[in-house]
């Protein structure tokens, strides 16, 4: 609701539906009294203008609040049983882990040749985790060790689903986030007519994006 970045895409059919759920579920989204609004739809957000509870002169008696356009889904952990189901899943926990020391690796090289280091937050966060994986691997008997340690290393990320198109943004790196991994699926597009992920469709085919940060 309040992520204006471009990741929560433009607003659409679907967001206007969504929207009106949010404000009469919850709350906090509009003042008590706020009664009657004016809801302006924009290409990445919407204006929803009233009244005033307690209006002062000179200012104006109208103010308004901005919301992204609103989309199903949050940030989620992914079971253990997952994992065993579906391998690609913990291939991809595996990958994100050597990312991490690829990019060790590069700043070893950049401090070498006198460039600055890149991601220093983000990796001190992923190499504490794998640090704590590591106990549980050691503490795993042989036959199940490399399945106990990307189990571990998994459940200390977490995870969102992308099957919308997103708008442009820019992702940036700070201290106290995680690395952002990605895979992507492709189904049989459905009757609904969705774009998918990116907006990608490729002949009749639905891609949609599932996100570890």
């Keep these: 609701m309040r992520r204006f970045g471009g990741s929560s895409g433009n607003t659409c059919s ?18 008590r009294k706020a009664w009657a609004t004016l809801i302006i739809r924009s290409t990445d957000r919407y204006f ?10 000179p200012y104006s008696s109208f103010t308004h609040v901005e919301y992204s356009p609103p989309r199903d889904g949050d940030q989620f952990h992914m079971p253990e049983i997952c994992i065993s189901r579906y391998p690609a899943l913990g291939e991809m926990s595996y990958l994100k882990m050597q990312s991490v020391y690829i990019l060790v690796a590069l700043n070893k090289w950049r401090l070498i040749n006198e460039f600055p280091d890149i991601a220093l937050g983000p990796i001190k966060r992923e190499m504490a985790n794998i640090t704590i994986a590591r106990k549980s691997y050691k503490m795993s008997s042989r036959k199940s060790r490399m399945f106990k340690f990307i189990s571990a290393f998994n459940k200390l990320n977490g995870y969102s689903m992308g099957a919308y198109p997103v708008g442009m943004h820019m992702d940036l790196f700070r201290d106290d986030e995680p690395i952002e991994n990605k895979i992507l699926f492709t189904m049989p597009r459905p009757k609904c007519g969705s774009l998918g992920r990116e907006g990608i469709i490729v002949s009749n085919i639905f891609v949609y994006a599932l996100l570890d940060w």
């Design 48 to 57: 929803v203008v009233y009244r005033k509870c307690n209006p002062s002169s």
């Design 14 to 31: 679907e967001t206007n539906m969504n929207l009106l759920q949010v404000l009469s579920k919850i709350d906090s989204t509009l003042q």
